[in-house]
């Protein structure tokens, strides 16, 4: 019955991206979210790669000619580019730097799994202005650029800037992918080790979401736990095995998985909280539970899948991929974007309840396809 439902979801997940594409590149969502998402396309690109399919290749291969044709003069890659709907003004969003690095990551592992470099070839002066504009955020010349508040995946909660953990892993595998070798260790080196920039806190075991600047007994950084940007630093060897151990560890002591894999931070942020900004009540984020604060996103229990792969930890991945196949499953398998962090009770999105999510169906792909392997395949 597991096999059969992990399969089901696997088969559903093809389908979701194959309803995912357009003539230029993967929409994130079936119906809604009807534009290409930097970051969106990229993530669903990496499980889609893994599909003997020629149709999600040229969706690919599309989502990375659109968001090339539309970068910024300085080579930052759009967090959106909305030029495709009739009826509605065409734009182009950017402030996100993020989608920078993930269409990084994903232009290798197109010219790797397709052994095809055209692309690269093609791009060649887009990748190296992408990497001179993320060397240009380092204003504090340290091998970490720094980022503004609300310019990643979580860009309407929580407030965080400078050095956050999820920026500096995504940054490390570009680096290392990019063939800068000297840059990622000297930028692994300062996320870990001792000092007034480190992010990793002995203490706490796990990676800091952010932290800026001391002022004598002042410190600007935040407490929680980011899941992304710690399962990040474990699949693209920012951390080390013992770092690696303790952040699963507190995962599991935290059951910050239950009851699907995985909640997004923890704990959730309140208004009683150093962390509170009025503004999350604009959002969902404003209530606990909900949406960004610690709900539920499947698209990061799929890295939380790898991140155990990645530790050999195979059982454990195996029990958490049939949760997550669950909860993908729910609703008719619409794969949903976010679930209740307690309930898991499916969320509320603008994209609508019967929206099928393409993020969540790339990276259901990646885990099903890296747990058969017992190999993180990205």
């Not at 093609?122 to 970490?144: N, P, R, V």
């Not at 009851?259 to 604009?282: C, N």
């Not at 929206?355 to 392997?373: H, P, R």
């Amino acid at each position: 019955m597991d096999k059969d439902l992990i399969d089901n979801a696997y088969n559903q997940a093809v389908w979701i991206l194959k309803k995912c594409e357009t003539p230029n590149g993967f929409f994130a969502a079936y119906p809604g979210y009807d534009m290409v998402f930097g970051r969106d396309s990229m993530i669903m690109s990496l499980g889609a790669s893994l599909v003997k399919d020629k149709s999600l290749k040229q969706a690919i291969k599309k989502s990375i000619i659109t968001l090339a044709e539309n970068a910024s003069p300085k080579g930052q890659i759009p967090n959106a580019v909305d030029k495709f709907v009739s009826g509605r003004k065409h734009h182009v969003d950017f402030m996100s730097l993020d989608s920078s690095l993930w269409f990084l990551i994903a232009n290798y592992n197109y010219k790797f799994r397709y052994h095809d470099d055209s692309l690269a070839r093609k791009y060649k002066k887009t990748f190296s202005k992408i990497l001179y504009w993320l060397s240009c955020l380092d204003t504090g010349e340290d091998g970490m650029p720094e980022q503004q508040p609300t310019t990643d995946w979580q860009d309407a909660f929580p407030h965080r800037y400078g050095h956050t953990i999820n920026t500096q892993a995504l940054y490390y595998r570009a680096l290392k992918l990019a063939g800068k070798n000297k840059e990622a260790e000297r930028l692994k080196k300062v996320v870990n080790a001792p000092g007034d920039f480190a992010l990793w806190d002995k203490d706490l075991g796990f990676y800091l979401p952010w932290r800026w600047k001391n002022h004598n007994k002042y410190r600007e950084k935040g407490g929680w736990f980011d899941s992304l940007g710690n399962l990040l630093a474990i699949i693209f060897g920012l951390a080390d095995k013992e770092q690696s151990e303790k952040i699963l560890n507190y995962i599991k002591k935290e059951k910050i998985a239950e009851p699907y894999p995985i909640k997004a931070i923890y704990p959730p942020i309140t208004p009683e909280s150093k962390d509170w900004q009025d503004y999350f009540l604009d959002c969902e984020a404003g209530i606990p539970w909900h949406y960004l604060n610690a709900g539920i996103w499947t698209f990061i229990g799929g890295f939380y899948v790898l991140a155990l792969i990645k530790m050999k930890k195979f059982s454990e991945a195996k029990k958490q991929m049939k949760k997550l196949a669950e909860a993908n499953m729910k609703n008719n398998g619409n794969f949903p974007e976010w679930l209740h962090g307690l309930t898991g009770e499916i969320g509320k999105t603008e994209a609508g309840a019967e929206s099928y999510q393409g993020w969540n169906a790339g990276m259901y792909i990646v885990a099903y396809e890296s747990l058969k392997k017992k190999k993180v395949l990205i």
